[in-house]
Every structure is written in structure tokens, then in C-alpha cells.
């Protein structure tokens, strides 16, 4: 049976209802799932989906669930899609006014309350379905009917009752099964509820990306005796809460692409050549990141991360490639790089829901935390930063960032290792500096599967000891698309942009020429723990210099998880 016949079934007794062709409501229903956000409950873990936009509205759970910035874990793929009631038609993405069942699912919703969508606003009336599915949908439909035919202000059809009678009786046993179901999720939920977190709870996970890559071009900067390389990046990661409202993550990795891989000097010479999931333990499995978070309220989470912090472990990067196994090829396009200021070590922050559609961030950390000399530890070290975002919602289908970075480092040093050598020291002076960063982001779902998503900032390095200074801009565009060729979790993506580049200042010299990063890839879902993601980024000008040799890498990245 067809989910149309769905549509046909219930329209039967709705088009007789007065109103049935009006114009759409203009409330539109929020898009569930955030792309950065991957731990759940329990160690379940939501799938990342490319334009999703977070959601506007939190229980503590699903907040601390949010906040997850950079996790690369994945523990299992909820495969299963629940239905969501929708406010309007207008809120399904694939149902428009020329639809012959526009009306009828009109009705539905706005005089009945009872239509349902998937998760993602489309309501999918051409796809297969089974009478149990059948009666999950007609079964809110006629309990609402029920009460409402009970009521004496509310008149229906007498046709319309016999419909009722007549689908109630077809659907007899599918609907008392469903009903039955309802009962008792509802009695383990109250269960659950009742008695959860008496103990802790922890769940082991794991990653292990292996790439295999290669480079081109890059004599100048480098020498350009770039050698296809086999290497790997593995992590593993345990997640514990012991009240509910917390999370406990420790986490282990080690790699082994050695010697700063392609940005050496004997290869580009260029951080703009840096791999998103490179590392260079040399095999050597250590402690890579530490943090707990507790949520206070129904919307304030606190984060502590001693080990493994940067201001993106708690201000949310906003870009749908921000992740070393499923995201963007290289360091640079994964995320904005004033997110990067600073190459902290531990810190700490929070993160406030203040209104259904505005978030406030706030984020501290900095280098040798855990070293009590001059010069070290949290509040005292010659290497810190703050910084605060506001995330605003202004449509389910748009998320935007404004964030404002304020650090300090001895040597007057941004540390990114995304851009120019140049703008990376701010002009290489190497003195004390108060650094200003100011970020902007956005993604925007064009359409259900097409995702628009763009960052730009700017970095102000003041150095203390003169009246010189240095400003950096960098930029990104990308367009995403997800779900090509009607494969759930594949991902075509192309991404342009500008590594930072030091354009302006006093007493230190700016970039000659103008670089630019062109990307693409496509992530390939092999199975629900298994990617395959082939793809390139190509440098324009690298060290934003003309006289240098344009480089290019080339990678094909395996991804399991577990």
C-alpha cells in the first residue's frame, strides 16, 4: 500500500469540512538535529545530517546533547524516524499549493491538529508503507474525531462518521496494536523516569579514520617532494553520566602522520596544506581530551575540559563540516579559524539557551593550565582567550553566529595553523599582543537536501609594546547536498574560500597576493558505521604569494566507527 492512499483515505471526511482549500498558516515547524552535535543518552548518538539547523527548544537532555561541539564518536545510527505533529502544511517541504492532497492535509492540521511528518518536514506520500505504519498515522487522526465528535459546539457529516466507522473497523486490529504500543512505551517511560540514573552509566566508542594521500605542486614555498602517504587517526572514547544531567568524556587517540604531513618543507610548506584528521603521535596513544559538563536548570550547561580544549569545545563552530572523519578534507575549511586563536590546552564555559531562538556562549581557556609558574596556569598564562557568541535562530531553516574573541599571547601569535605564515604571527614580530577577533557564520537549508553555509572574520593583533598592529580577514562559502542519488548519508560538497591573510597594519608587512582554498568531496555511506569520503582541495597562491607554485592534495578518507 502507498502513503498516498493515506492522504485519499482521510481526505474522504476532511474535504466535506468547510475551509478545506485555505491559505497556509505562516507558522512553520522547527527542523529537529544540529550537525555539530553527536553524543546522546545512553550512548545512542544522532545522525549527522547536512543542513540540519538546531532546534529552538530543549529539555535538559536533549541541551547537554547539543552543546557537543568536535565529538567524532558515533555509537550506533538511529535508523528510525518518528513522526512529529505539524502546525501547518506549509511546514512540509515536499507538499505544495498544486498538490491534489494540499487541502485535505489543511484541514488536517489546522482544524483537526493531527498531522504528522518525519523529522526532516516532509511528509513523503509517494513512499511505500505498511498497514501497522497506515494506522500509527489514522489513529491520532480518530481519537481527535472521537473527542470532538462528543462535543455538542462541533458538528460532523453524517458521511463523515460512516468514513470514520468504516476505516475504524478495517483498521481494527492495527490500531488496537498501535494503541497497545502507545500504552506501553508510556508505562516504560514512567518507569524509566521514576527510577533512572540510580547508577552510572558509561559506553565505550570508538573512531579510526585512515586516509591514504598525496601532494602536488608547492616548489616554491616548499621543495615539493611531496610522497603518497598511508596513515591513520584513531580515537577512543568512553562517555559516562551519573545523575542524567552530566557528562563525564574521556578520550584516547593516537596517529601517525609524521613531520606536520604535507605542510612540511620539504613538500608545500604551508599550513594551508594541513589534513582535518592528521596527527602526528607517531603511534603513541595518549589523553587527548577530558571534560564534564553538568547542566544546571533546563537551560545552562557548564563545560570544564582540562585537557583538549579550544574555544570550539563550547562555542558552536556552525559549520556542517566540522568533524576529522565525516566533514571537510582540510584543517582550514572544517570550521572558522578564529575559533582556532590561541592553540589552547584546557578551560571552561557555558552555554545558555536565554530564549527559544537566541543561545549566549561563553568560552575561557588557555595555554600550560596545568602548570602553576609564572607565566602558566588558568588565569596567570602568557597564552589565553576568551570568547562569546550569541547563536540566533531566525527560521527553521537558518542558524547564525556572531561571536567576539579577546586574547593574549607573549609572542603576539594567532596560532591557527590555517592561513599564511605571515598573518598566523601577525607580521612576526614577536611581542606581546591583545588580540580581536570578531566571527560570523551561517548555514542555510536552500532546500531539503541543499545546504548554503558561510563564515567570515577578522583578526586585530595591538601589540602592547608599540603602536603597531596587523589585521587578518578570512572567508569561506559552501554548498552541501545531501543525500544524492536517493543515498541515505551520502554528501556532495564543494567549498570555496580565503585562508587568513594579513591585508593591513603598522610596522609589519602584509600579505603580496591574495590565496585561495577550493575543495570538494563526496562522503560515501558504505554501511552505518562504515564512510568512505574521496576528495581534493586545490591552493591558489599558497602564503597568499603569486610566485609560488600552486599545491594540491588529494585524499581518499575511510571512516569506522564503533
Known amino acids: 500500500m502507498r502513503a498516498k492512499y493515506f492522504l485519499w483515505g482521510i481526505s474522504i471526511f476532511l474535504l466535506a469540512a468547510p475551509g478545506a482549500w485555505a491559505e497556509p498558516s505562516e507558522r512553520l515547524r522547527a527542523i ?38 568536535y565529538n567524532p564518536v558515533n555509537l550506533s545510527l538511529q535508523e528510525p524516524e518518528p513522526l512529529e505533529r505539524v502546525n501547518s502544511v506549509a511546514g512540509l517541504s515536499d507538499v505544495g499549493p498544486r498538490d491534489w492532497a494540499y ?54 457529516d ?26 506501553l512505551l508510556e508505562s516504560r517511560v514512567a518507569q524509566l523516569e521514576a527510577n533512572q540514573f540510580t547508577r552510572s552509566i558509561s559506553v565505550l566508542g570508538g573512531e579510526v579514520i585512515l586516509g591514504l594521500s598525496g601532494a602536488f605542486g608547492g616548489d616554491p614555498p616548499g621543495r615539493g617532494n611531496g610522497q603518497a602517504a598511508l596513515h591513520h587517526f584513531t580515537r577512543l572514547q568512553t562517555v559516562s553520566t551519573f545523575t542524567g544531567r552530566d557528562r563525564l568524556r ?95 590546552d584546557g578551560g571552561l564555559g557555558f552555554d545558555w539557551l536565554v530564549a527559544d531562538k ?12 596545568n602548570d602553576a609558574i609564572p607565566g602558566s596556569g588558568l588565569f596567570a598564562s602568557d597564552h589565553s582567550a576568551l570568547g562569546v557568541q550569541v547563536l540566533l535562530k531566525p527560521s527553521s531553516r537558518a542558524l547564525a553566529g556572531v561571536t567576539y574573541i579577546n586574547a593574549y599571547d607573549k609572542d603576539g601569535r594567532l596560532d591557527t595553523f590555517t592561513g599564511s605564515f605571515n598573518a598566523d604571527t601577525s607580521g612576526r614580530r614577536g611581542t606581546p599582543a591583545q588580540i580581536h577577533g570578531i566571527s560570523g557564520t551561517l548555514q542555510w537549508r536552500i532546500a531539503n537536501n541543499l545546504t548554503f553555509s558561510s563564515w567570515g572574520g577578522a583578526i ?62 563526496y562522503r ?39
Open 32 to 69: 529537529p538535529g544540529d550537525q555539530d552535535k553527536r553524543i546522546v543518552d545512553r550512548g545512542k548518538t544522532g545522525r549527522t545530517q547536512e543542513g540540519a539547523i538546531a532546534p529552538g527548544h530543549y529539555r535538559v537532555g536533549d541541551l547537554l546533547e547539543q552543546i557537543e561541539q
Open 103 to 156: 487541502g485535505a492535509l489543511q484541514q488536517l492540521a489546522d482544524r483537526y491538529g493531527c498531522l504528522l511528518a518525519y523529522g526532516d518536514g516532509t511528509y513523503r506520500g509517494n513512499r511505500a508503507m505498511t498497514r501497522y505504519e497506515f494506522a500509527a498515522n489514522l489513529n491520532p487522526c480518530l481519537e481527535v474525531l472521537e473527542r470532538l465528535a462528543l462535543q455538542s459546539s462541533f458538528e460532523i
Open 158 to 183: 453524517s458521511g463523515d462518521l460512516q468514513t470514520i466507522a468504516r476505516l475504524q473497523q478495517d483498521f481494527t486490529s492495527e490500531i488496537t496494536a498501535a494503541r497497545a504500543k502507545a500504552d
Open 250 to 344: 574521556v578520550e584516547l587517540a593516537t596517529g601517525n602522520l609524521q613531520n606536520r604531513g604535507f605542510a612540511n618543507r620539504d613538500v608545500s610548506a604551508t599550513d594551508m596544506s594541513l589534513l582535518s584528521f592528521q596527527a602526528g603521535a607517531n603511534n603513541i596513544i595518549g589523553l587527548s581530551k577530558l571534560e564534564y559538563r553538568f547542566a544546571l536548570g533546563d537551560r545552562l550547561v557548564l563545560t570544564f575540559r582540562p585537557v583538549g580544549f579550544s574555544l570550539s569545545s563550547i562555542l558552536t563552530a556552525n559549520s556542517p563540516y566540522f568533524d576529522a572523519g565525516r566533514g571537510a578534507l582540510s584543517r582550514f575549511a572544517e570550521a572558522n579559524p578564529v575559533f582556532k586563536i590561541g592553540r589552547l
Open 358 to 369: 537566541v543561545r549566549l556562549q561563553f568560552a575561557y581557556g588557555a595555554r600550560n593550565t
Open 460 to 521: 586585530y593583533t595591538d601589540f602592547i609594546d608599540s603602536d603597531d598592529s596587523a589585521l587578518s580577514t578570512t572567508y569561506l562559502f559552501s554548498l552541501g547536498y545531501s543525500n544524492p542519488f536517493d543515498r541515505r548519508g551520502d554528501l556532495a560538497a564543494v567549498i570555496f574560500g580565503q585562508p587568513p591573510k594579513l591585508v593591513s597594519g603598522d610596522g609589519v608587512a602584509e600579505d603580496p597576493n591574495s590565496g585561495f582554498h577550493i575543495e570538494a568531496l
Open 524 to 562: 560515501f555511506r558504505a554501511s552505518a558505521k562504515l564512510s568512505i569520503t574521496p576528495g581534493f582541495f586545490y591552493i591558489i597562491n599558497p602564503e597568499h604569494n603569486a610566485d609560488n607554485d600552486n599545491v594540491f592534495v588529494g585524499t581518499v578518507r575511510s571512516t569506522l566507527r564503533f
